[in-house]
């Protein structure tokens, strides 16, 4: 089956800019959709198919995708950018979706 | 407003049945194929069954497979997970999600507790 890996953690200063990978074989011929989940709340999409953003999304997260490396990108992190992230993508050999392991963002 | 819904969780004995509702509103549910995921405690989010949106395509993770059952009425803006044979491993937060793009719609969550 189809395995992302995501590092456990991930920890910035505010204003700094953080870098979430997702790794997978052959990922860039996947898209990877990225989500956001909140201590309590439910996830949320933030970014979807490689670097598209849905609406209420600020610029400042951004995804790119090649070879066998998912990024989301967070520009000029702020204190309200504190969560866990996951990467997820669809296994079409298997047909599941497939989640990351997570990645806990820390603003220090 | 759009959003899901879910309901029917709560505390059943190992071995025991369940079934999970979710209601929508606010969007076009008959056009979204819809997702249960869940999420054990401290734990990350493992998806769990996916139908599309005329059911005529229905998978299952693997640890569920010959478990767990999903469906939907598209009548009444209404998606179901019946689940059955329940384990402690799947205790968890189970959240419903109405796919577009990706998982764009994600539900509040209902805990499902399973202990003797």
């Known amino acids: 089956s189809y395995v992302l890996t995501q590092p456990p953690s991930v920890s910035v200063a505010p204003g700094k800019t953080a870098r979430i990978t997702c790794g997978g074989n052959n990922i860039g011929s996947k898209s990877v959709h990225w989500y956001q989940q909140k201590p309590g709340q439910a996830p949320v999409l933030v970014i979807y198919y490689d670097s598209d953003r849905p609406s209420g999304i600020p610029e400042r997260f951004s995804g790119s995708n090649s070879g066998n490396t998912a990024t989301l990108t967070i520009s000029r992190v702020e204190a309200g950018d504190e969560a866990d992230y996951y990467c997820?993508?669809?296994?079409?050999?298997?047909?599941?979706?497939?989640f990351g392991g997570g990645t806990k963002l820390t603003v220090l | 407003e759009v959003q899901l819904v879910e309901s029917g969780g709560g505390l059943v004995k190992p071995g025991g049945s369940l079934r999970l509702s979710c209601a929508a509103s606010?969007?076009?549910?008959?056009?979204?194929?819809m997702n249960w995921v869940r999420q054990a405690p401290g734990k990350g989010l493992e998806w769990v069954s996916s139908?599309?949106?005329?059911?005529?395509?229905?998978y299952y993770a693997d640890s569920v497979k010959g478990r767990f059952t999903i469906s939907r009425d598209n009548a009444k803006n209404s998606l179901y997970l019946q689940m059955n044979s329940l384990r402690a491993e799947d205790t968890a937060v189970y959240y419903c999600c109405g796919v577009r793009d990706a998982f764009d719609i994600w539900g509040q969550g209902t805990m499902v507790t399973v202990s003797s």
């Open positions: 606010g969007f076009t549910f008959s056009s979204y194929s």
């Open positions: 997820q993508v669809w296994d079409s050999s298997s047909d599941r979706w497939v």
């Open positions: 139908i599309s949106s005329s059911s005529s395509y229905i």
